[in-house]
């Protein structure tokens, strides 16, 4: 599961770019930077969830395109996500790209997550805070089934 604040990048700002395709950058947790530079891998499925928000919910899907490689925003002074302790030759962070795939056909609360047995393990529901959080097989496939969408 990958959040974002649909102020700041939405599902729909996925859909426009070219090919549907965009670098995930910015992440800096340590925690959320080893999931992607280690585990997370080209055809992942991603669950786009828009954070801060009245009703906070998984919108869509996408899927990595790329797997992780520094991100070079962070050697970038100009850049919002700059880190001056990040260095070309020892990266401190990462991204991957992702391609937008499909809405879901009704976006799943966070309320309504909450509500199911069958996802009381996610780390969503455990008020995790990362970006970039694990989402286990028999999670994604509950989720889909509440948007509407086959897994």
């Not at 260095?87 to 966070?110: A, C, S």
């Amino acid at each position: 599961m990958f959040k974002s604040e649909p102020s700041c990048f939405s599902f729909a700002d996925l859909q426009s770019r070219p090919d549907g395709t965009e670098h995930w950058d910015g992440v800096r947790n340590f925690q959320a930077r080893n999931f992607l530079r280690d585990e997370i891998a080209v055809g992942d499925g991603v669950l786009f969830y828009h954070s801060n928000i009245a009703e906070p919910a998984v919108v869509g899907l996408a899927e990595v395109v790329r797997g992780g490689y520094p991100d070079w925003t962070a050697f970038d002074p100009a850049a919002e996500h700059f880190d001056p302790q990040s260095r070309r030759e020892e990266p401190r962070w990462y991204m991957v790209d992702v391609r937008y795939v499909r809405p879901l056909l009704r976006p799943v609360t966070l309320a309504e997550m909450k509500l199911h047995p069958a996802l009381a393990g996610m780390a969503l529901l455990h008020r995790s805070r990362l970006s970039v959080q694990p989402v286990t097989g028999a999670e994604w496939t509950y989720i889909l089934q509440l948007g509407g969408v086959a897994g």
